[in-house]
């Protein structure tokens, strides 16, 4: 069956360091895939690599989209196949106005690269009110995101993602930071991927947050994938006790398939 | 577009203060740098009625402060990217040297002109070179070719300097530090022109929107696909071409090109890029401080003069004024920042 994304035996050195082993990942279409590990597990360069950042190691590894074989992966390639991230540390620029963190990069201009400003502040206004929740006049597209709180921020991050059609969203560390009932919606939304059709990579180290959203759990362990899980395999208790011995031993020392 | 409803926030009530500080965050720095030109001129107003009711002084300011303010506003961009140049007074003088060796073999005022703006943005482009695929901190690799430049210009030049004379009556003059009107000089023209450039540029074109965003959070600017090394040597070319454009306006006013050409220039032009309100740190800042700030700098060394006082009073008034402006933007933007916080 195709899958929405494909890597094959993928890996990522950095000079000395093998960051990553002989990945081999996938997500379905409309699945919601749960990314765990510890501390320095890999999961950061796993995701870097998916939206460009990172290039894979030249020797080896295959990489598909809806099917297709890619070469020449680039940032702009990743968005320009629906791949958004709401990355850990937010990806923002914090003395900017709202409506320049929200078209980073893909700012809205002519052919001449002249900027239609009051488009995107406009843009910005609308996604404010309607997609964020921001009601209050002490927030408007000019405000700077210094001044905002991290559900603020986080909400800013997401609603980006949103903004540009994404297929695939990833979500690095989403609820780091925030209250509980930021949290929840955080997760809310989460659940509200899969119900728009879309698939989404759900990083969390706290995987009480992880499990009751996702469709597959997926478990990195310094830098290779210890194991894989679909969530009627295993329950949270076992889960929990799995991803222990993982920290322990390296080895998941189960039935799951790696 | 996606309609979905995440309300991430508590919903609260709108006021005046809230709008109010939406402005002030918006032209805070406008409006702090615009407090201090009134307050220092009215000092002069109040010290030298006589001399500032008249129109020469203010005909002196716009045709002195160009000299560094044209510098100043594409400087204003360099350190909004993050980085710093502090090569420009060599590039000033390696693009008069370029000028120098193309008049002496073509006697063409044009092409020694456009070999000027050429070295320039050569230089420029080099220091962005070295700094983006170098990876070196740019204030260690322009300090480098800051001298590198300097030996350059002396060596070709043997140390001496050249008459331009034949510039006069020429667009090459006239066109550049003439008088428009037998009143404005042109170089005030020149630096408004500048000026609007380089406002264009970083507010309404989107490698002005890059320059902010890499100044900001260059690991942002990069995850979100901003071409960084293209943004950042692209600033420096720019950076190096107005140098060398300065460096021209400098010697056709006083018609005569010499090797030191460009010395003496890094206190005026760092001072009005820090006391316009361009953080030191990058990801903000604006053009319009920037050239109201070269005006106060402009007008301190004539005003101190002008009111009685000896000319050894100007580093003391320029050292307290760019301190306590800085120390006040530093303070109004942490209180605005708290105010927000939650």
Known sequence: MDNLLQMINVSKTFGEVKALRNIHFHVGYNEIVGLVGDNGAGKSTLIKMITGYHQPDPDGGEFYLKGKKVTGWSVEKARAYGIETVYQERALADQQPLWRNIFMGREISNRFGVLDVKKMRQETSNLMLHTMGFTSAAVSADSVVKTMSGGERQGVAITRALYFKAELIILDEPTMGLSLSETKKCLEFVADIKKAGKSCIFIDHNIFHVYPVVDRIVVLDRGTIAGQFSKDQISLDELMTRLYRVAQTGRLDTSGEA | ?342
Request: positive net charge; aromatic residues 12%.
């Open chain 2, 1 to 342: 577009m996606s309609t979905e409803h995440i309300d991430l926030r508590p919903v609260t009530t709108s006021t005046g203060q809230h709008r109010f500080q939406g402005l002030l965050h918006r032209f805070g720095l406008q409006i702090g740098v615009v407090g201090v030109a009134l307050v220092v001129w009215l000092i002069f107003l109040i010290g030298a009625p006589d001399v500032f009711t008249a129109y020469p002084i203010y005909g002196a300011f716009m045709s002195t402060t160009p000299f560094f303010a044209i510098m100043a506003i594409p400087m204003t961009m360099v350190i909004i990217a993050g980085e710093i140049d502090l090569s420009f007074g060599s590039i000033m003088a390696f693009g008069m040297t370029a000028f120098d060796v193309v008049l002496v073999s073509t006697n063409s005022l044009a092409l020694a002109f456009i070999a000027c703006l050429l070295a320039g943005l050569f230089a420029g482009w080099l220091n962005g070179i070295i700094v983006v695929k170098g990876k070196v901190p740019s204030l260690v690799a322009t300090i480098g070719t800051q001298f590198f430049w300097r030996g350059v210009v002396l060596v070709v030049t043997a140390g001496n300097g050249i008459g331009l004379t034949v510039a006069k009556g020429t667009i090459f003059y006239d066109g550049v530090v003439g008088r428009i009107g037998g009143v404005l000089p042109a170089q005030m023209v020149w630096t408004i022109l500048i000026g609007i450039a380089m406002w264009f540029l970083l507010n309404r074109h989107k490698f002005g929107a890059h320059v902010y965003l890499v100044g900001d959070n260059v690991e942002s600017a990069r995850l979100m696909g901003v071409n960084v090394e293209r943004t950042k040597i692209l600033v420096f070319t720019i950076f190096g071409l107005v140098a060398a454009f300065a460096g021209y306006v400098v010697s056709v006013e006083v018609l005569y090109f010499w090797p030191t050409l460009g010395e003496g220039y890094m206190l005026n032009t760092l001072a009005s890029v820090f006391l316009g309100g361009t953080s030191v740190f990058g990801g903000s800042g604006t053009i319009f401080g920037t050239f109201v700030a070269s005006f106060v700098i402009g007008a301190i060394n004539a005003g101190i003069v002008a009111i009685g006082w000896t000319g050894f009073w100007t580093n003391v008034i320029y050292g307290l004024i760019v301190v306590i402006s800085v120390v006040l933007q530093a303070v109004l933007s942490r209180k605005l920042a708290k105010s927000r916080s939650r």
